[in-house]
């Protein structure tokens, strides 16, 4: 039995339409797979004299924080041995909580280029102690992570600690290197893209 040339339109349409939903669902599987498998998350925010770390689980109704500190480095120190203290604090941290996802502060426009170089040394030490142990690395930039967490892009540091505090139910209130680091987990496992803002950018 033959059909019209209208009816066989009507043919594509349906299986381009069946298509398409099967793709979504697919798309969505993949989706809930990826944040399942980034349950341990930890954030970093780096500096050669306190470099800022969090480390959160994100499970619902809320995520928890496992741990958190700050990497001090004395202004005596030469910047090698702060390096080296970085990469290897880090280390530890990533061996005892097993995150597989790492979120760093993205790059800044710095004014001073040694204060960039700087910078970048300190953020290449923490890069390379996650990804030696195999983690995922994504940055999202300084002004997307206070709009996602404080909902102000030129949030103030105390304000962002406040928040964090809030979000994990902390007892005391973070110091400001280390609540930098937890609000980039933070804004990571929320999910930045309900705020209008670009996906984290991986490394």
Not at 75 to 84: G, I, K
Not at 176 to 197: E, I, K, N, T, Y
Request: charged content about 20%.
């Amino acid at each position: 039995m033959g059909i019209s040339p209208r009816q066989f339109e009507q043919l594509q349409s349906r299986v381009r339409g069946a298509r398409r939903r099967a793709s979504t669902a697919d798309m969505r599987v993949s989706s809930a797979a990826s944040n399942r498998g980034h349950e341990i998350i930890l954030g970093v925010d780096p500096s050669l004299r306190g470099t800022g770390f969090g480390v959160i689980r994100a499970i619902k109704p809320q995520p928890v924080a496992l741990a958190l500190g700050t990497i001090t480095c004395p202004a005596s120190w030469a910047r090698s041995r702060c390096l080296a203290k970085i990469h290897q604090t880090l280390a530890e941290v990533i061996q005892e909580h097993q995150p597989t996802l790492c979120v760093v502060e993205g790059l800044f426009f710095a004014q001073n280029l040694q204060t960039a170089l700087i910078m970048g040394e300190a953020r290449g030490a923490a890069l390379v102690a996650a990804a030696t142990a195999g983690l995922e690395i994504t940055e999202i930039a300084p002004r997307k992570v206070k709009q996602a967490i404080v909902g102000y892009g030129a949030a103030q540091k105390l304000a962002v600690a406040k928040m964090v505090q809030r979000r994990l139910n902390l007892a005391a209130l973070p110091d400001p290197d280390a609540a930098d680091a937890l609000a980039l987990a933070l804004a990571h496992c929320q999910g930045v893209g309900r705020f209008s803002l670009a996906s984290p950018k991986r490394i």
